[in-house]
């Protein structure tokens, strides 16, 4: 007599066979982030990732003190508001590269990764406020580390509690899709 019915044993070898290939992705993941750490110790340009004013204003005055970064802000506010933050800062906008193809925290990365690779670029900060740092962390391993692309995260401090691990592991499963398909599930969502 068999324990498990033949269904059941194709089932769990397919379960078996999804879990490795997701497990060795991920092994690959850390692997090209850990060799992007070597090529580049430290940061080689800004990312923020659009959601207020507070997020530019923060990264114009971060940016004053790492004046050889290039900055780049995913689908933040209207771009002449934008501008005129970072020239109040001091900042030279042949610096600043506003970015509006994204449509939400997935889209920040997938949508500037093959930009940052184009540009020979492995290794960023990361910009956004403390509450969404979790979930943008998440997306960030994968999509960026996919690429061999490394962060180092900047957290905004705010009042916000912190965004759910529902939201973050949503998010970071759709990078998974995103890494494995090219689409990132955002025209499935009924907000945008």
């Given at each position: 007599m068999k324990i498990f019915p033949h269904k059941c044993n194709t089932k769990i070898?397919?379960?078996i066979i999804l879990c490795g290939i997701l497990i060795i992705h991920?092994?690959?993941?850390?692997?090209h982030r850990t060799i992007a750490i070597y090529k580049s110790t430290k940061p080689q340009a800004i990312l923020t990732l659009g959601g207020g004013s507070i997020r530019e204003k923060f990264t114009a005055t971060f940016a004053q003190s790492h004046p050889s970064l290039d900055i780049w802000?995913?689908?933040g506010i209207p771009p002449k508001q934008a501008k005129e933050i970072f020239l109040n800062a001091g900042i030279n906008l042949g610096r600043v590269n506003l970015d509006y193809?994204?449509?939400d925290t997935v889209?920040?990365?997938t949508s500037l990764v093959q930009d940052f690779k184009n540009l020979n670029i492995h290794h960023l900060y990361?910009?956004?406020?403390d509450f969404h740092m979790r979930r943008a962390k998440g997306i960030a391993t994968v999509v960026l580390g996919s690429r061999g692309i490394a962060f180092t995260p900047v957290p905004i401090p705010t009042n916000q509690s912190r965004e759910t691990n529902l939201h973050v592991l949503r998010?970071?499963?759709?990078?998974l899709i995103w890494l494995y398909t090219g689409h990132?599930?955002?025209?499935?969502n009924p907000e945008l």
């Open positions: 070898f397919i379960c991920l092994i690959t993941i850390l692997i802000v995913s689908t193809r994204a449509v889209t920040n990365f990361l910009i956004t406020s998010d970071t499963g759709r990078a990132t599930g955002a025209s499935l």
